[in-house]
């Protein structure tokens, strides 16, 4: 970072209000030092190489607060919580000196950040963190619950997020549920339990129905089973954390026609814990309720049950096969996914190509799609799609002048997907004549896609 970034970081850390003109200054150089974006038809790998001093034997944190949530921000600290660039300053200095990648999301409604780095940089990183402001009120007075509310896990460094920088920005939210503005009732209506809390009320309760606030690409190799039937959670076939409200509405909110009527024990999980602490809010004041419906979370998520039950087969008061969760968590860096310390059985997902147990991740290689599947390595070198329309769009776009244009399709299996969820959607002509030529080619070719125009 030159003088000329530290000097205007820290007028905006010292001043006690800060004019407009400064906050551009701060979030332009903000932008200027952050991680630089993905290159357009690109997406985020799901493996890596590491060529940093951590050799692989770094750490990653995923950690995030909303200050309203309980235990809440200390009011005194309300002022600097409404100009959030003042955290994104705080949270770029602090990986540019200590040399960490990642990704910060900071909102005036908390932060959202996973990082990486050596393990002497990340434990330094957490020291200048707790002393924070942002971080009042919180309890991390043990290495225990430093560790819940981080939740470090081993495998990554820098490189899983491509090196340093660490992309740091300023967003309306710390993530997108697609409801504007969108803040619960209350944060005390539902029940917060610890990852033997979770557990343990799985185990006890007949009543219990397991929920995945998941994308279904990351619950297809990796979920939670109902201790007694074996059946796996409720995965909703949403390829975003935005389409969970709509889910809810169309899928919970309905008319219950079960001839049961004994109160049911929704349990709610994520990666993280960070989708739930609104996801099932949203989904206790929106869903049709039976008399004794509750609502609970995993706190830390599946990341931090993991931990716990990794921690209990160290103790000698588990086996592997105690774990409610089966397969692998999927994690939004480049490892791809994290399991148990020690196996348990075999992958729960299968190759997208060959069928075989698999739980090797990959992607679709059809330019903007890059949807995540599951594909073995042998069946990598097949070139893999999700599905023949992107392989045959990509024919048509080779085929073509170069210079042209053409709209990103929805492919077959993801409008499949979709018309599971919604229902069948008309296909909508663009107010655009040449969208509109080009979805004549395409019916003209027989692809059966649908074209989505981006205005």
């Known amino acids: 970072m030159n003088q000329r970034h530290c000097k205007i970081i820290e007028q905006y850390h010292t001043g006690s209000r800060h004019s407009d003109c400064l906050q551009k200054q701060v979030l332009i150089h903000l932008s200027s030092l952050s991680m630089p974006r993905l290159p357009t038809g690109s997406s985020d790998p799901v493996s890596f190489t590491c060529t940093c001093p951590a050799s692989n034997d770094g750490l990653v944190l995923l950690f995030y607060r909303y200050f309203a949530a309980s235990p809440p921000l200390p009011s005194q600290h309300d002022?600097?919580?409404?100009e959030p660039s003042i955290l994104a300053a705080f949270h770029t200095n602090l990986t540019q000196k200590f040399n960490l990648g990642g990704k910060i999301r900071v909102a005036k409604e908390g932060f959202n950040i996973t990082v990486a780095g050596t393990k002497a940089e990340i434990e330094a990183y957490i020291q200048e963190c707790i002393s924070h402001w942002s971080f009042s009120g919180l309890d991390l007075d043990t290495e225990a619950k430093k560790n819940g509310f981080f939740k470090p896990t081993p495998g990554g460094c820098a490189c899983v997020f491509g090196g340093p920088r660490a992309s740091v920005r300023v967003t309306s939210e710390i993530t997108p549920m697609g409801v504007m503005n969108y803040s619960p009732k209350s944060w005390d209506q539902i029940e917060v339990l610890s990852p033997?809390?979770?557990?343990d009320k799985c185990l006890k309760d007949d009543g219990t129905v397991l929920m995945d606030v998941r994308n279904h690409y990351e619950s297809r190799i990796g979920y939670f089973v109902h201790p007694k039937t074996g059946e796996p959670a409720v995965r909703p076939g949403i390829r975003r954390f935005s389409q969970w409200p709509q889910y809810v509405k169309r899928h919970m909110a309905g008319k219950d026609d079960s001839e049961r009527t004994e109160g049911r024990q929704f349990m709610t999980y994520c990666t993280g814990g960070i989708r739930c602490e609104k996801g099932a809010r949203f989904l206790q004041e929106n869903m049709e309720k039976r008399e004794g419906d509750t609502v609970c979370t995993l706190k830390g998520g599946i990341a931090a049950?993991?931990?716990?039950?990794?921690?209990?087969?160290?103790?000698?008061?588990k086996k592997p096969e105690h774990s409610l969760f089966r397969g692998k968590n999927y994690v939004f860096d480049a490892r791809g996914s994290m399991g148990l310390s020690e196996e348990a059985g075999d992958p729960v997902s299968k190759c997208h190509l060959c069928d075989k147990p698999s739980d090797r991740l990959s992607k679709c290689r059809s330019k903007g799609c890059h949807l995540v599947l599951v594909v073995c390595e042998h069946c990598e070198?097949?070139?893999?799609?999700c599905c023949q329309s992107c392989r045959d769009f990509d024919d048509i776009c080779a085929s073509e002048e170069k210079g042209e244009a053409r709209p990103r399709p929805i492919c077959s299996c993801e409008k499949e997907r979709e018309e599971r969820l919604w229902g069948p959607r008309p296909v909508k002509e663009s107010r655009h004549p040449a969208?509109?030529?080009?979805i004549t080619r395409a019916k003209a070719n027989d692809i059966n896609i649908q074209v989505k125009i981006i205005e």
């Open 79 to 82: 002022s600097s919580a409404a």
């Open 381 to 385: 070198e097949a070139d893999p799609r």
């Open 305 to 317: 049950y993991l931990a716990w039950i990794d921690e209990e087969i160290k103790l000698g008061s």
């Open 435 to 438: 969208a509109n030529s080009r």
């Open 196 to 199: 033997e809390e979770f557990h």
